[in-house]
């Protein structure tokens, strides 16, 4: 049996300057931890993207062209400060408000993605949530907004590239490391690839 090939994206720090900068991102190093000893079965590819509006989903673009990746699944990493909450997003927005600014110092108007529709994960996330509380989670969440950013700009960009590969995509939002430590939250994170790399293999054996 082939390997299952997930593409996992993260990002680093954001909002220097801000109230409140976050300067330790655990998705970044979570993707990487997760490439160098995926779960059994697993094939990992992690790439860490710029917390900006207009390169990050140039940045997935252009990664996703390189043929050797072929991927199954798209798994998009970020953070979030609500409490020690792993949330599963199940929809993004093409048409985000202006309000917060990237590390380019820019809105989200900067790179509307004119005419797109929102879009959704075709991916049941009931199964994806119980893997996370298997893999230790105390409190997870699905949710329909995914907050406005640059993680709901790189969600629509991941959903779209997916439709173009023919692979699902879904997207995770991380609580602070200083709510849930690295290490845990890998153990968290590991659950929820292994559960999607079980889901491709099924769709694939239908």
């Keep these: 049996m082939r390997t299952t090939r997930v593409v996992i994206t993260g ?18 190093a979570i993707a990487f931890e997760l490439e160098r000893e995926p779960p059994t079965g697993v ?12 390169r990050a989903p140039r940045e997935l673009a252009e990664w996703l062209s390189t ?4 991927p ?27 309000g917060r600014r990237d590390n380019d110092g820019l809105g989200a108007g900067t790179a509307r993605v004119e005419g797109a529709p929102d879009l959704a994960t075709e991916l049941d996330l009931a199964p994806l949530a119980a893997a996370l509380r298997a893999g230790g989670a105390f409190d997870v969440q699905l949710s329909d907004d995914a907050g406005g950013y ?13 439709r173009r590969l023919g692979v699902p995509a879904v997207f995770l939002h991380l609580p602070m490391v200083a709510q849930v430590s690295i290490v845990e939250q ?12 079980r889901t491709v293999v099924a769709r694939r054996e239908r």
Aim: hydrophobic content about 45%; aromatic content about 6%.
């Design 72 to 98: 199954d699944v798209l798994l998009g990493l970020g953070v979030q400060s609500r409490g020690g909450v792993f949330r599963l997003e199940r929809r993004a927005r093409a048409a985000l408000g202006d």
């Design 43 to 54: 094939e990992v590819f992690a790439r860490e993207l710029s917390v900006t509006f207009e």
């Design 11 to 28: 990002f680093g720090p954001f909002g220097a300057g801000g109230d409140a900068p976050v300067t330790e991102n655990p998705s970044r």
């Design 150 to 162: 640059v993680c709901e700009r790189v969600y629509h960009a991941l959903l779209e590239q997916g």
């Design 186 to 197: 890998t153990r968290v994170v590991r659950a929820l690839v292994s559960e999607l790399a």
């Design 67 to 70: 043929s050797s990746l072929a």
